[in-house]
């Protein structure tokens, strides 16, 4: 099983809609969790972090499952602007440093 | 306020060439990284800097190498260009430097090399 594991997509949808993104991890010594979006030929930039107990942040909200192991990214009313590449990121510590790990993305194409 | 600036922003080397790809951040950071990007396969750690002085070894470092020349630049250095390292790669920074949650990457806007 992959560390982090994205649906890659491409994910279509019309202005308005609501789309969800999961995103799997392996490793349950995983400690801190992130969606970064990435606009095509652009740096990855920050969204959110993923709290334990679920944050919010405008249309965006985002979920994490510790037993199950799995992240979730909601976007209520999309716009056109979201269309990008979303990006599922996971710290975990290893034998006293500690590991960034980047899912491979999922695309999101939002259309008029 | 330029955040993390890399250079240059294109390259094209030929096999067996050698060259240094830059990086600076004028956020008083201590961590920087070196990522690669390449289709389908997500963002792969490099080498990192925990602080000025220290380097370390990440998920892909072969053929590669780095230098922290002080807390604001942090190079990446291909010796010998091979194909294998035609990627986009992207410096970042981040204030942390021990265990902590929620701490943000700022990224730069990527170099694009091909190697022939």
């Known amino acids: 099983r992959k560390e982090v594991e994205q649906d890659p997509g491409p994910f279509n949808v019309p202005e308005g809609a609501t789309v969800a993104f999961n995103c799997t991890y392996s490793n349950s010594a995983s400690q801190s969790f992130f969606w970064y979006r990435q606009d095509c030929r652009k740096e990855p930039k920050l969204l959110m972090s993923v709290y334990s107990s679920g944050n919010e942040d405008g249309r965006f909200t985002a979920q994490l499952n510790r037993a199950s192991q799995y992240i979730s990214l909601l976007i209520r009313d999309s716009k056109l602007s979201d269309s990008a590449t979303y990006l599922c990121?996971?710290?975990?510590?290893?034998?006293?440093?500690?590991?960034?790990?980047f899912g491979k993305g999922t695309k999101l194409t939002v259309n008029p | 306020n330029a955040g993390v600036t890399q250079t240059p922003k294109f390259q094209v080397l030929k096999t067996g060439q050698s060259m240094t790809l830059q990086c600076a951040q004028d956020m008083n950071h201590n961590s920087m990284y070196w990522y690669r990007q390449d289709p389908g396969m997500g963002l792969r750690l490099i080498y990192y800097?925990?602080?000025?002085?220290?380097?370390d070894k990440g998920e892909v470092p072969n053929g590669y190498n780095v230098s922290r020349l002080n807390k604001r630049e942090f190079s990446l250095r291909l010796e010998s260009a091979a194909p294998s390292q035609t990627s986009v790669y992207f410096c970042?920074?981040?204030?942390?430097?021990?265990?902590?949650?929620?701490?943000?990457?700022?990224f730069g806007s990527g170099t694009q090399l091909s190697v022939l």
């Open positions: 990121v996971v710290r975990k510590a290893q034998g006293g440093s500690e590991k960034l790990v």
């Open positions: 800097s925990a602080s000025e002085g220290t380097t």
């Open positions: 970042a920074s981040s204030s942390r430097t021990g265990l902590a949650t929620n701490e943000k990457l700022f």
